[in-house]
T-cell receptor, first 113, second 115 residues
Framework: QQQVKQSPQSLIVQKGGISIINCAYENTAFDYFPWYQQFPGKGPALLIAIRPDVSEKKEGRFTISFNKSAKQFSLHIMDSQPGDSATYFCAAGGEAAGNKLTFGGGTRVLVKP | KAGVTQTPRYLIKTRGQQVTLSCSPISGHRSVSWYQQTPGQGLQFLFEYFSETQRNKGNFPGRFSGRQFSNSRSEMNVSTLELGDSALYLC??????????????FGPGTRLLVL
C-alpha cells in the first residue's frame, strides 16, 4: 500500500521558472514531512522539512506548503536553476510512525538553461 | 563532522550467494535505518536499529537481516540472493530524542548487482 503519493513523475522547467511537486499522504499519524534531493550516484540529501503545526516553510528558493485537512504538501522551487536538476522525494514520518520514513515515488526535475 | 559512510560502494554477486553491507553513522548518532532503492519500487524501508536493538522493520522477507554494534555501526545481510535484490542499499543515521532528532542523513549507498 503506497501511503505517500507523489506527482508528477517528471518535470521540465526553464531556468528561472517555478517547479512544483505535490504529495499526498494517508496516515494521519505522520507528523514530519521532509523533502530530499538526490543526484545520480549519490544518496538523498535533506532539503527542507515541515511539521503539521505550520502551513508554510521557506528556505532560500525552496518552499514547502502544507495542507493538513487535505493531507497534502508540496515543494515549490523558485527561480529554478540547472543545478537543481535532480530527483526529488517527499517523505512522511515521525515518532508515531516509529521513525520510519515512507517515501513518495520521486519526481525527476530537469531545468533547461 | 564526517557524514554517513557505507562500504563497499559497489558489489557484484551471483544468485544464491549472501552479502554483508556496512554502515558507519555520523558520530553521535545512535539510530541507523536501512532502505532499498530500485527504479520500480522506489525507496523502501528495510529496518531501523537503535542502541543495538531493532526498533522497526519493513515488509521484506527474512533473507534480509541486520544488526547494530555498540559503537552504532550497522551491518545488513542478505542471504540467498535473488536477481530482484539488485538495488541501491542506503543507510541513514539520525540522532533521535532531540528537537530535530528524526532528521535522517543518508550515506552514498552500496550498489548491489546480482547476476
Amino acid at each position: 500500500q503506497q501511503q505517500v503519493k507523489q506527482s508528477p513523475q517528471s518535470l521540465i522547467v526553464q531556468k528561472g521558472g517555478i517547479s512544483i511537486i505535490n504529495c499526498a499522504y494517508e496516515n494521519t499519524a505522520f507528523d514530519y514531512f521532509p523533502w530530499y534531493q538526490q543526484f545520480p550516484g549519490k544518496g538523498p540529501a535533506l532539503l527542507i522539512a515541515i511539521r503539521p503545526d505550520v502551513s508554510e516553510k521557506k528556505e532560500g528558493r525552496f518552499t514547502i506548503s502544507f495542507n493538513k485537512s487535505a493531507k497534502q504538501f508540496s515543494l515549490h522551487i523558485m527561480d529554478s536553476q540547472p543545478g537543481d536538476s535532480a530527483t526529488y522525494f517527499c517523505a512522511a514520518g515521525g515518532e508515531a510512525a516509529g521513525n520510519k520514513l515512507t517515501f513518495g515515488g520521486g519526481t525527476r526535475v530537469l531545468v533547461k538553461p | 563532522k564526517a557524514g554517513v559512510t557505507q562500504t563497499p560502494r559497489y558489489l557484484i554477486k551471483t544468485r544464491g550467494q549472501q552479502v554483508t553491507l556496512s554502515c558507519s553513522p555520523i558520530s553521535g548518532h545512535r539510530s541507523v535505518s536501512w532502505y532499498q532503492q530500485t527504479p520500480g519500487q522506489g525507496l523502501q524501508f528495510l529496518f531501523e536499529y537503535f542502541s543495538e536493538t531493532q526498533r522497526n522493520k519493513g515488509n521484506f522477507p527474512g533473507r534480509f537481516s541486520g544488526r547494530q554494534f555498540s559503537n552504532s555501526r550497522s551491518e545488513m545481510n542478505v542471504s540467498t540472493l535473488e536477481l530482484g535484490d539488485s538495488a541501491l542499499y542506503l543507510c541513514a543515521s539520525s540522532l533521535l530524542f532531540s528537537e530535530s532528532g528524526e532528521t535522517q542523513y543518508f550515506g552514498p549507498g552500496t550498489r548491489l548487482l546480482v547476476l
